[in-house]
């Protein structure tokens, strides 16, 4: 087996040592190419779907905003990329979240909009993400009512979150940044002694949510207003713990999906800068086989943590980000953008190659990508005109080959966006968050 070359090798001479660029014979095997993962030729199970991908630190928005609008404008730098695909995505421009607060607390509100200081006496309060709100529908029909994935596992920091996803109460959901874990959470089967020890846990997880009930109602005749209210909030995570435990039994017997681990490189590590884009091909083709197996519906992606990244030949996303106008630093967050859309363009054209009833995948599932930050033409860490595009959804009502342009001055709320897609889900949902309506232009 080829040996790579180490990272750390210098060449010596004449009393001097000198570090190696990254050089291509550094890298592993598993490293040397592109995923040559294959998309399957056709889905049984004709359903809507969504995924929000997220990039943080923004972007270089001049690069990135196209200069007209309307239909059939002249894409931006950044989105020739995307070129052959045009027909199946919308830009939309000048959107932000009027209530945030700005900085690298972007991924925290993306999906909610929400005022993270608006609670009195809390450091911290978020609000409900607008997939959650989607899950809760259509998560009751299958085994995963939604994923969350990261390159960081947990939940992270609040103000730096490393999932997109919050519940009722603002609570934010753990994501999964390991590709052989998700996988055998999704496709192998569960042994005989598995079954036992999961329906023991199941078991006991419910005595203590019973206790708990219990001994609330005798808590509860003791305590003020104030109190009252902060018991009431706790139960109702607990109810939603014991609505998912009770999912989650439903589907022991149930047998999991039959997929091969063929050509998916799941030993790929999220945060080793030089597995970085076999990472994200690996994450991005496991978020397709649970789409085209309906094991869920709903799939948050947060490919990159704020404040962290890279990009595809390990830059450092963060620093670039900082770039106060400088061209070369500029120059060099474009190419990221440019392989973040690559990543993205490879996902829509699995799910367009996947026939599904009358057209393809791509035609029934939504894709919303972009970042809760834009850093500017200066750098700052603003949470107005972000950029954004929505793509795929044909079916579900959504037309493309579209710049959408809004004043940033006056600053639309995404969540008219998100209210736009929960719609499109089937959920007769009137409002979202701060949203003023949903928003219009790119209904069929």
């Known amino acids: 087996m080829h040996r790579p070359l180490s990272r750390r090798h210098l060449l010596r001479g004449l009393g001097v040592s000198l570090a190696l ?6 890298r592993a095997p598993s490293q040397a190419a592109d995923s040559t993962f294959k998309p399957w030729p056709k889905s049984n ?12 630190n923004g972007v270089n928005i001049e690069e990135w905003v196209p200069k007209d609008t309307g239909v059939n404008y002249q894409l931006s730098p950044t989105l020739k990329v995307l070129e052959d695909l045009r027909n199946e995505f919308t830009v939309i421009s000048g959107l932000g979240h009027p209530r945030a607060q700005g900085g690298h607390s972007g991924a925290d509100t993306w999906l909610t909009g929400a005022d993270l200081k608006s609670k009195p006496g809390a450091d911290y309060s978020n609000g409900l993400s607008a997939d959650q709100l989607v899950a809760s529908v259509h998560g009751k029909l299958t085994r995963f009512p939604s994923l969350q994935l990261s390159d960081s ?5 609040a103000g730096h979150s490393h999932t997109l996803s919050f519940d009722r109460n603002g609570t934010p959901l753990p994501a999964e940044n390991s590709p052989s874990r998700l996988f055998e959470r ?5 042994s005989a002694g598995d079954r036992t020890a999961t329906l023991k846990r199941y078991a006991e997880r419910r005595s203590i949510l019973d206790e708990i009930a219990s001994e609330s109602k005798a808590l509860d005749r003791r305590l003020g207003g104030s109190d009252r209210q902060k018991l009431e909030e706790y139960l109702s995570s607990v109810r939603e713990t014991e609505t998912q435990v009770e999912h989650l039994q439903r ?5 999991k999906p039959k997929v091969p681990q063929t050509d998916l490189l799941l030993s790929s590590q999220p945060l080793n ?14 978020t397709y086989l649970a789409f085209v197996t309906d094991l869920t519906r709903v799939i948050t992606f947060e490919w990159s943590r704020e404040a962290g990244g890279f990009g595809g030949a390990g830059e450092n996303h963060h620093e670039l980000s900082h770039h106060g106008g400088d061209p070369g630093m500029l120059s060099k967050l474009g190419t990221i953008d440019r392989f973040h859309l690559s990543k993205l363009k490879r996902l829509m054209s699995l799910l367009k190659f996947t026939r599904e009833g009358p057209g393809s995948m791509l035609d029934n599932t939504m894709l919303l990508f972009g970042s809760g930050m834009n850093s500017g033409a200066g750098g700052e860490h603003s949470p107005q005109n972000l950029p954004l595009l929505v793509a795929g959804g044909a079916k579900l009502g959504l037309k493309h080959n579209q710049h959408l342009a809004f004043k940033p001055d006056r600053q639309p709320p995404l969540n008219n966006v998100l209210l736009a897609l929960i719609q499109r889900m089937g959920l007769p949902a009137n409002t979202f968050g701060d949203s003023t309506g949903s928003l219009t ?4």
């Not at 596992?153 to 920091?157: C, D, F, I, L, V």
């Not at 232009?441 to 069929?444: L, Y």
């Open 21 to 26: 660029p990254y050089l291509d014979a550094m």
């Open 45 to 56: 199970v004709v359903q809507p779907r969504i995924i929000c991908c997220y990039i943080p």
């Open 153 to 157: 596992s947990g939940t992270g920091a």
């Open 186 to 190: 999704l496709f192998v089967p569960d």
């Open 251 to 255: 589907w022991v017997d149930v047998r």
């Open 273 to 286: 800068a030089h597995d970085r884009a076999m990472w994200l091909d690996v994450m991005l083709d496991l």
């Open 441 to 444: 232009g790119m209904e069929i």
